[in-house]
C-alpha cells in the first residue's frame, strides 16, 4: 500500500523539487501551490498525511490546519520558513504532528513520513512490498525496516550494512566490514568493529523499534540474517 501524500507549498521550486524525491522513494505525492482547493483535494485523495507551509497565498497555514484535523486520520507536517519558538508554538497547536522548519532535508522528511504514517496507522501500514525484507537505500544512505520505518546512517554504518545486505545469510570477515582506512568518516575513526556494530544495533532498535537482524559469525565476522534489498545503486 503507497503513502499517499498531499503537499501545500507557494514555493514552486521547493514545492517541484520535494514533489520530485518523495515521488522517487515510492510516494504517491498531488502538490498544490495553496489552500485553496485543500478540502476538495482531501476528499477526493484522502491522503494519510498532509505537507503544509503557513505562509500561503490566501487562506493561510493555520486555517488550513484546521481543514486538516477535521479530515481524521490525515497526518499534518507543517514544514515553513518560521522558525520562531512562537510560531511552533501555534503550529503545534493548531494540530500538527511534527513542525519542520526550512530549507527542508528531503530525506529527513521521508523519515519523518514513514514513521508517522507507522505510529497513526500502525505496524500494518508498513507500505513496504515485502513485509519481512530490509532495504538499504544507498543513494541517500537510508535503512528501513520492514514495516517502513526509516534511519539515516553514517558512511561507516553504510559501508557495514551493505556489505552484509549484499549477500544476507552469508558470513563477511571483519576485514571487509571495516571501512578503508583512507576513510574520513569520524564516526569510524578509532573505533573497532564490535563499538560500531553494538551502536548501529542500538541506533536501529531505537529509531525503528525493532533489532536489527545482525549476528556474530563466530571465527569469521557478521551475518545479516534478514532477508535484505539494496536500492539506490
Excluded at 70 to 88: K, V, W, Y
Excluded at 176 to 202: K, Q, Y
Aim: charged share 25%.
Amino acid at each position: 500500500m503507497q503513502i499517499k501524500i498531499l503537499m501545500v507549498e507557494d514555493d514552486d521550486d521547493l514545492r517541484d523539487s520535494l514533489h520530485s524525491y518523495l515521488t522517487d522513494v515510492g510516494f504517491l505525492v498531488h502538490a498544490m501551490a495553496s489552500a485553496e482547493t485543500l478540502a476538495e483535494g482531501l476528499a477526493e485523495m484522502e491522503p494519510d498525511i498532509v505537507i503544509l507551509d503557513l505562509n500561503l497565498p490566501g487562506m493561510d497555514g493555520l486555517d488550513a490546519a484546521q481543514l486538516v484535523r477535521a479530515h481524521e486520520p490525515a497526518g499534518l507536517i507543517m514544514l515553513t520558513g518560521r522558525s520562531m519558538r512562537t510560531d511552533r508554538l501555534q503550529g503545534l497547536a493548531a494540530g500538527a504532528d511534527h513542525y519542520l522548519v526550512k530549507p527542508a532535508d528531503p530525506v529527513e522528511l521521508e523519515m519523518v513520513i514513514r514513521n508517522l504514517v507507522r505510529r497513526l496507522r500502525g505496524p500494518d501500514a508498513a507500505l513496504v512490498p515485502d513485509q519481512d525484507v530490509w532495504v538499504l537505500d544507498t543513494k541517500h544512505w537510508q535503512l528501513r525496516a520492514p514495516d517502513g520505518a526509516a534511519m539515516s546512517l553514517t558512511s561507516a554504518e553504510k559501508h557495514l550494512l551493505a556489505h552484509l545486505m549484499a549477500r544476507p545469510g552469508e558470513p563477511a570477515t571483519r576485514g571487509a566490514l571495516m571501512p578503508p582506512r583512507t576513510h574520513s568518516d569520524p564516526d569510524a575513526e578509532g573505533r573497532g568493529l564490535d563499538v560500531l556494530v553494538f551502536r548501529l544495533r542500538r541506533k536501529v532498535e531505537r529509531d525503528c523499534g525493532r533489532p536489527l537482524p545482525l549476528l556474530s559469525a563466530r571465527g569469521i565476522g557478521y551475518v545479516f540474517a534478514g532477508k535484505a534489498r539494496l536500492e539506490g545503486d
